[in-house]
């Protein structure tokens, strides 16, 4: 069983930063990847980022580009969020997805396993 977990969500202003990880546990994966979706409250799951597990692609929304970066560790075991130039409308739940086949898709129904979330909240 796969398991999920997400850590470093919190309160920032705008303009600042935060790290969000994803640590996975249970098995690992050799094709496919993992990517990060974020609800705002009364709105759909929405895409932000993805990485394949081999690391070599990466695929953002265009909200996020040039302001966040997805990145993994060489084990493979914690992919992250590094989020900078933060905006009010980053405020979110922040999940981690994992998929075994897809890699960058947008379809949250396409991925495998989710974490919990993490709260992000920008204040202006």
């Known amino acids: 069983q796969v398991q999920l977990e997400e850590s470093g969500g919190g309160l920032v202003q705008v303009g600042g930063s935060l790290r969000l990880s994803c640590a996975a546990s249970?098995?690992?994966?050799?094709?496919?990847?993992m990517a990060w979706f974020r609800q705002a409250p009364g709105k759909e799951r929405e895409f932000v980022a993805a990485i394949r597990y081999t690391g070599i692609s990466l695929h953002y929304d265009d909200s996020v580009k040039g302001r966040f970066t997805i990145s993994r560790d060489s084990a493979k075991s914690t992919v992250f969020l590094q989020m900078n130039r933060l905006k009010p409308e980053d405020t979110a739940v922040y999940y981690c997805?994992?998929?075994?086949?897809?890699?960058?898709?947008?379809?949250?129904?396409?991925?495998?396993?989710w974490g919990q979330g993490t709260q992000v909240t920008v204040s202006s």
């Open positions: 997805a994992a998929s075994i086949n897809t890699y960058g898709s947008r379809r949250p129904d396409l991925y495998d396993y």
């Open positions: 249970g098995t690992t994966f050799s094709s496919g990847g």
